[in-house]
């Protein structure tokens, strides 16, 4: 049996569409925390099994009969709410003798890392790759649905504010990374104890980036690089908390530190053709 954790979620959800719409669809359980949101996953025919990262109990009754887990890590902004929730799921998986678990981890995760997210999603990866459970990682680089939440209003101004510099970054397509990860659920076997860089193909500077915008829309748009100091005192303005500034602003420092610049085949390996290039994602959300 398959079970796909966050089938509520964006990426969870969707690689649930693209194993249903192959060869190999039978036999499939999701696992959501939200019983009102899950129901609309009963009309998919597949088995809904309600579980919660915080409830140990309740992952372990998810799991039951699974052998296959993708494992969409957790989205807590709290680092060791967020361990413990690694841990509660990896430990479950192993008292179920799941035999393999697919994990969703983040690009270039290290122990080193700036980003904080990274540095325990390094920690997961060991702990997972130590209990003998054969796994596969996805270590994801930035979603490129993600761009234009990081625009503010600079669709309507023209002007794009962002603490970012001229470093690259690298944006790769959700709906691809669902894509890859349902071929890695249906094909296991190839990717037994492999860790993942997944990425597109190119990366870009956040001028670059504005660029593409402005040939997208027709409108001129110039990218203004700002202190980050100044991005995190309107965060608290705002009333954001600080654990999501924290968070935030250690993700911008992970930019300019180059750690999400990185580019490699993995992705297009495992999808047998080239990722979307982010304009072409792009044209389809502004």
């Known amino acids: ?59 372990v009754a998810a799991f039951e009969g699974v052998d296959i887990l993708l494992f969409v890590s957790s989205a807590s902004p709290e680092s060791s709410e967020r361990r413990q929730h690694h841990i509660n799921v990896i430990n479950a998986a192993k008292e179920n003798k799941v035999k393999h678990v697919i994990y969703t981890s983040v690009l270039k995760a290290s122990d080193t890392a700036k980003f904080l997210p990274a540095v325990e999603h390094c920690h997961t990866e060991q702990y997972l790759q130590q209990t003998g459970i054969t796994y596969t990682i996805f270590r994801n680089t930035m979603y490129a649905e993600a ?51 997944i990425t597109s193909g190119q990366s870009y500077s956040c001028g670059e980036i504005a660029e593409i915008i402005s040939r997208i829309t027709g409108k001129p748009m110039t990218y203004v690089t700002i202190a980050l100091d100044l991005m995190i005192n309107e965060m608290k303005k705002s009333g954001i908390p600080e654990s999501f500034i924290a968070m935030i602003a250690s993700g911008i420092e992970a930019i300019d530190a180059g750690e999400f610049g990185t580019t490699d085949k993995s992705l297009e390996n495992i999808l047998g053709r080239k990722p979307r290039n982010l304009q072409d994602c792009l044209k389809m959300m502004i």
């Open 1 to 59: 049996m398959i079970l796909i954790t966050g089938a509520t979620g964006q990426l969870g959800g969707a690689t649930l569409d693209f194993i249903l719409s192959g060869a190999n669809s039978i036999n499939i359980a999701v696992m959501a925390r939200d019983s009102l949101k899950a129901a609309a996953l009963k009309t998919k025919n597949v088995e809904v099994r309600i579980a919660d990262y915080n409830d140990y109990d309740s992952l």
């Open 147 to 197: 761009v234009p939440q990081l625009l503010g209003n600079a669709l309507q101004t023209g002007t794009w504010y962002f603490p970012a510099g001229t470093s690259k970054n690298n944006f790769a397509s959700r709906t691809d990374i669902a894509e890859a990860l349902a071929t890695v659920i249906n094909q296991p076997l190839l990717h037994q104890n492999k860790v993942y860089e």
